[in-house]
Nanobody, 123 residues
Framework: QVQLVESGGGLVQAGGSLRLSCATS????????MGWYRQAPGKQRELVAV?????????SYADSVKGRFSISRDNSKNTVYLQMNSLEPEDTAVYYC???????????????WGQGTQVTVSS
């Protein structure tokens, strides 16, 4: 049974930082591409960041978060992280951890999802 469990969301003021974690089980984490999506109220779910398992763990980001967010992984803990700095009110959303098939160009075709964690950035 695959489980992805997010944590670390919360309320933060604009300009602040949060670190999201996603603990996984039921997958071979070390060979799994991982990603973070987010969904704001009334908007479609969008891909935020992806990290490959191989290829040196190469990373890709949505243009809206480049230079502010950083995705990383710890294969010894089967956990993926999303460090979010310089947060803006526009970053307010539910953030979802996902794993699936890595696609050329730095995208991800999700197969499994976590339950999501709320991030709220106040102005």
């Amino acid at each position: 049974q695959v489980q992805l469990v997010e944590s670390g969301g919360g309320l933060v003021q604009a300009g602040g930082s949060l670190r999201l974690s996603c603990a996984t089980s039921g997958i071979i984490f070390s060979v799994s591409a991982m990603g973070w999506y987010r969904q704001a109220p009334g908007k479609q779910r969008e891909l935020v960041a992806v990290i490959r398992s191989g290829g040196g763990g190469s990373r890709s980001y949505a243009d809206s978060v480049k230079g502010r967010f950083s995705i990383s992984r710890d294969n010894s803990k089967n956990t993926v992280y999303l460090q979010m700095n310089s947060l803006e009110p526009e970053d307010t959303a539910v953030y979802y951890c996902t794993t699936g098939t890595y696609l050329s160009g730095g995208s991800l075709a999700p197969r499994y999802w976590g339950q999501g964690t709320q991030v709220t950035v106040s102005s």
